[in-house]
């Protein structure tokens, strides 16, 4: 199957400031990757919807100013978590898609202090 | 619409212990379902699938049966090990849902020697 890198495993960032999590497809072109937030002990709620070239489809009361998301090439998405706040803090994990399976990145956990 | 309800957790079980944890799922059309597995501070790993009614997906000494007639998916294991502790979501998709996954809240399993 799809094998997906996500970059950082984890990071602590001062409030204020603006953290870039990376989401690599190694072996496969994905058009689309699915960006996910899971809060502790909680289900995995799904952020936006990152596409190869176009704009990110955001869920409902997701900001999109807030969580940059950006597709540039076919192996490559990053989320941008803008001016973090300790309520920003959450594990984030990215998904994408091949015959009809998902495969998930590690997962970044993102600490704002 | 699609859905997916699953049992509540959390489980604690003697090593050796059979599990079972309960999946149940809405959907339109035919879905395919899945249980995803999720060690602490990493992301989601398939664990086993199943594509059809009847199906049964195994993996690891997992295992669970579509049941289309009950709408049902359950994770079986007949004697788990410490090293099974972790949680465990199911999901489904369909060609109807496109590349959308719906997760179950998750069921978190400690196994204790």
């Known amino acids: 199957g799809a094998v997906v890198s996500q970059h950082p495993s984890w990071v602590i960032c001062k409030s204020g400031t603006s953290v870039k999590i990376e989401c690599r497809s190694l072996?496969?072109?994905?058009?689309?990757m699915f960006w996910y937030r899971q809060f502790p002990k909680q289900s995995l709620m799904l952020m936006a919807t990152?596409?190869?070239?176009?704009?990110?489809?955001?869920e409902q009361g997701v900001e999109k100013d807030k969580f940059l998301i950006n597709h540039a090439s076919l192996t490559l998405s990053t989320l941008t978590v803008t001016s973090a706040h300790p309520e920003d803090s959450s594990f984030y994990i990215c998904?994408?898609?091949?015959?009809?399976?998902?495969?998930f990145g590690q997962g970044t956990r993102l600490t704002v202090v | 619409g699609n859905s997916v309800t699953q049992m509540e957790g959390p489980v604690t079980l003697s090593e050796e212990a059979f599990l079972t944890i309960n999946c149940t799922y809405t959907?339109?059309?035919?879905?395919?379902l899945f249980w995803y597995v999720q060690y602490p501070g990493e992301g989601l790993q398939l664990l086993l699938k199943a594509t059809k009614a009847d199906d049964k997906g195994s993996n690891k000494g997992f295992e669970a049966t579509y049941r289309k007639e009950t709408t049902s998916f359950h994770l079986e294991k007949g004697s788990v090990q410490v090293s099974d502790s972790a949680v465990y979501f199911c999901?489904?998709?369909?060609?109807?849902?496109?590349?959308?996954?719906?997760f179950g809240t998750g069921t978190s399993l400690t196994v204790i020697p």
């Open positions: 959907a339109t059309g035919y879905p395919s």
């Open positions: 990152s596409n190869e070239g176009s704009k990110a489809t955001y």
């Open positions: 072996d496969f072109q994905a058009t689309t």
């Open positions: 999901a489904l998709t369909s060609r109807n849902t496109g590349n959308q996954f719906y």
């Open positions: 998904r994408v898609y091949q015959n009809t399976e998902a495969f």
